[in-house]
């Protein structure tokens, strides 16, 4: 990493270590390798997208390479009846949804990043060929497009995947507010809730997101 | 959460400024972290420099990182409702419509 023009607090440095390690590392239906190389195309996608020229499209053939195309890219263009389509291709709920937690893990840590001027984190070699087929067995469809342990829900989107659902929960509480500091409407980190809430809601514009 | 936090503890915010930044926020630093939130998730190479430095020179080095921390969970976030279809609340429509913006039809609750 380059020095950075503001100090990198503890706790934010060793989540950008945790979190770019677990992008290498076998998850619940991906090994390591894998998951390492959505890793690098979803930053490849991204990079394109920022300097304003189309991102390569995916081989035709990959359906796990376009959906982390269009996760990185173009989130706000899914649709359930293209999440269907997926599974047609064969990849399952649980393939999804941990694609889906480490492209938006990867582009969260991202943003941090260059936010703060310095360097992608090196993503390290990958490891562990074996997933570890550890999803949430009692996960249903429950008012989203794939299962989720309880109703669809922000906090519940990655459920399936307990992994990457306890990921997420940690990327939250350290980046921005854990869930039980969430009800904190007098909350200050650097910013208070209120500016902190400002950056939020502009950047959800931004990605055409309502919540 | 904007206008939970900015009513629970009093601080004036005109929501406004979340779709027009050159309106003012009311909020301390408001101009500034709507420009540092714009070229970070844009990734904006050429704004961001100056968004940081602005940022820093009024509000201070902890105040970028909880800024570009809190801009990248939302990155996260918005990712993960777009792509598990999470419903949009009947709330969150109503700030929608007051705002100007259209929920798509795909994303209400029925």
Redesign the interface.
């Known amino acids: 990493m380059t020095q950075p023009v503001v100090e990198i607090p503890a706790a934010e440095r060793a989540l950008l270590e945790r979190t770019a390690r677990s992008m290498a590392t076998a998850g619940p239906t991906l090994s390591g390798g894998t998951r390492r190389s959505l890793a690098e195309a979803s930053r490849a996608a991204a990079a394109d997208r920022a300097a304003s020229t189309d991102p390569a499209p995916p081989s035709a053939n990959d359906p796990l390479a376009e959906i982390t195309h269009r996760i990185t890219v173009a989130p706000a263009d899914i649709r359930r009846s293209w999440v269907r389509e997926q599974e047609q291709r064969g990849v399952s709920s649980a393939n999804y949804v941990e694609i889906l937690g480490l492209v938006a893990r990867l582009t969260a840590i991202d943003t941090f990043t260059f936010g703060l001027g310095v360097e992608p984190v090196e993503l390290p070699p990958a490891g562990g060929d074996d997933p570890t087929g550890r999803i949430a067995d009692d996960a249903a469809l429950d008012g989203g497009w794939v299962p989720t342990v309880g109703p669809a829900s922000p906090p519940s989107a990655l459920s399936l995947v307990p992994d990457e659902h306890e990921a997420m929960l940690d990327l939250h509480g350290v980046f921005y507010l854990s869930i039980p500091e969430m009800g904190d409407l007098d909350a200050d980190r650097g910013l208070h809730r209120t500016e902190m809430e400002l950056v939020a809601a502009r950047t959800s514009l931004l990605n055409e997101c309502f919540f | ?2 206008r ?3 009513e ?2 009093a ?1 004036a ?1 005109d ?1 406004e ?3 027009d ?1 050159l309106r003012d ?1 009311l ?4 101009a500034a ?2 420009a ?10 050429e704004e ?2 100056p968004a ?2 602005a940022l ?1 020179d009024r ?30 609340g009947g709330r ?2 109503a700030l ?1 419509d007051e705002l100007g ?1 259209r ?1 798509p039809d ?2 209400r609750a029925r």
């Open positions: 959460m904007l939970a936090s900015s629970r503890t601080r915010a929501l400024a979340i779709v930044p926020s909020l301390p630093n408001g972290l709507l540092f939130a714009d070229a970070a998730v844009l990734r904006d190479g961001i420099g940081r430095q820093l509000a201070g080095p902890d105040a970028v990182v909880r800024a570009a921390a809190v801009a990248g969970n939302f990155e996260m976030m918005n990712r993960l409702l777009d792509a598990v279809g999470v419903a949009v969150q429509v929608a913006l929920v795909h994303l």
